[in-house]
């Protein structure tokens, strides 16, 4: 077996300009390979279904980034672009075991089914308006800006309680979150304006208690102070961030690939096929998210032929994964609403950390979509698959716009 140490690595691209090519480079590599984030940060992905299973639980690899021996060692500077992700605070994102497990159980009693489910109406609601604004008599629209995004961010602004009226900054400091060509003279500011609202929503949530999920958490934790501030302050940035981004681009990505499987669009349109279908085979083919970091083995992990090093640092690459062929069957780099599952796709984490949201994004999209292609069955593509462009966000599988067309055209 090799570390890997010397050897060398695959520079993710921080434009994502070929995010599929990069993904089938990847799972080419092996099971466990050696990359290099924006930045010059050197870890490990782990690019295969059934290692990606074994892998998110093993109690070798953490979540605390003290672990990491690049990070001991100052290696990592504290304006790195993707800091926000490596070093969120604390929250159940960041500790495992039984804080985890606490932290959790917390979220868990807040986000309950019977909450998620009671979100329905509202997001039944929520479409209709949005539809309702869509420019019918425009040419072209950029659907991602005036449904796909405006929809989930809504939303969660509903669920954590967060006022309506903060959405356009959060817009704007989320946006720096993610991505890889942030100055490094706004990456702390961005943080620390982030915590920032993020603190003033829980004060005023402590202050006059809603029915929302920051007040069930504060009310949770008054109940032997289970949580402290800072811990409901990174969690409600934790959900705020992935409530969005994830929904955003599984509405973006299932509008791509039926317009591009125009076959499969009929399939669903005429109720041979479930969007239930179209869901879970976007979330595999092409999910939200593209690389999931990170942790940190405590001691050498082996992972086939390869170690992870103690101390080095795994991501975990969706992107690659979701078209694993082992997993998959050979038709695993085919989009397929019809296809018999074999086994199911993990775009939602598995193990501990999997998504607690996941139930809240599938049920989004599950109302969305269908009342999208209802009120627009025609709804196709205004420019080639090929010339949409990727934001630079290498964790993200996320689209700068998509222009659409409501109605053929009749040229």
Request: aromatic share 4%; with cysteine.
């Amino acid at each position: 077996m090799t570390s890997g140490t010397e050897e060398l690595r695959i520079p993710l691209d921080p434009f994502v300009t070929d995010l599929d090519g990069e993904s089938a480079k990847l799972r080419a590599a092996g099971p466990l390979a050696a990359v290099e984030l924006p930045g010059g940060v050197p870890v490990w992905a782990v690019t295969r279904h059934a290692e990606a299973k074994a892998l998110l639980t093993d109690p070798r690899l953490v979540k605390d980034i003290d672990v990491w021996g690049a990070w001991q060692r100052g290696e990592i500077p504290p304006d790195w672009p993707l800091i926000g992700l490596a070093n969120p605070g604390r929250s159940m994102l960041t500790v495992d075991g039984a804080d985890h497990r606490r932290m959790r159980g917390l979220v868990a009693q807040a986000l309950t089914p019977r909450r998620v489910e009671a979100l329905r109406e509202r997001i039944t609601e929520l479409t209709t308006r949005l539809l309702d604004r869509l420019p019918t008599d425009a040419d072209v629209i950029d659907l991602k800006a005036e449904f796909a995004y405006p929809l989930p961010m809504y939303v969660v602004a509903d669920l954590m309680g967060i006022e309506e009226g903060r959405l356009p900054r959060l817009k704007e400091l989320f946006e720096k979150f993610f991505s890889t060509q942030t100055p490094p003279a706004e990456v702390v500011a961005t943080l620390v304006e982030l915590a920032g609202i993020m603190t003033e929503t829980v004060a005023a949530k402590r202050a006059e208690p809603g029915d929302d999920l920051t007040s069930a958490l504060i009310l949770a934790s008054e109940d032997g102070d289970r949580l402290t501030d800072e811990e409901i302050v990174s969690t409600l940035q934790l959900m705020v961030a992935a409530g969005h981004e994830t929904t955003i681009g599984l509405i973006v990505n299932a509008v791509v690939n039926l317009s591009t499987h125009p076959d499969q669009r009929a399939l669903v349109l005429s109720g041979e096929a479930d969007w239930s279908a179209v869901i879970e085979e976007t979330l595999r083919w092409s999910t939200p998210t593209s690389h999931v970091l990170i942790r940190f083995a405590t001691e050498d992990v082996p992972v086939g032929d390869r170690v992870i090093p103690a101390g080095d640092a795994l991501i975990v690459s969706h992107g690659a994964i979701g078209r694993d062929e082992e997993a998959h069957g050979p038709s695993a780099g085919d989009f397929d609403i019809t296809r018999e599952i074999r086994t199911r796709h993990i775009s939602f984490g598995h193990g501990p950390h999997v998504c607690p949201g996941a139930a809240l994004s599938r049920l989004e999209a599950g109302v969305a979509l269908p009342a999208l292609y209802a009120r627009f069955p025609g709804l196709d593509l205004a420019v080639s698959a090929s010339a949409l462009r990727n934001k630079p966000v290498v964790t993200q599988n996320d689209l700068y716009e998509l222009p659409v067309r409501l109605t053929p055209s009749t040229v």
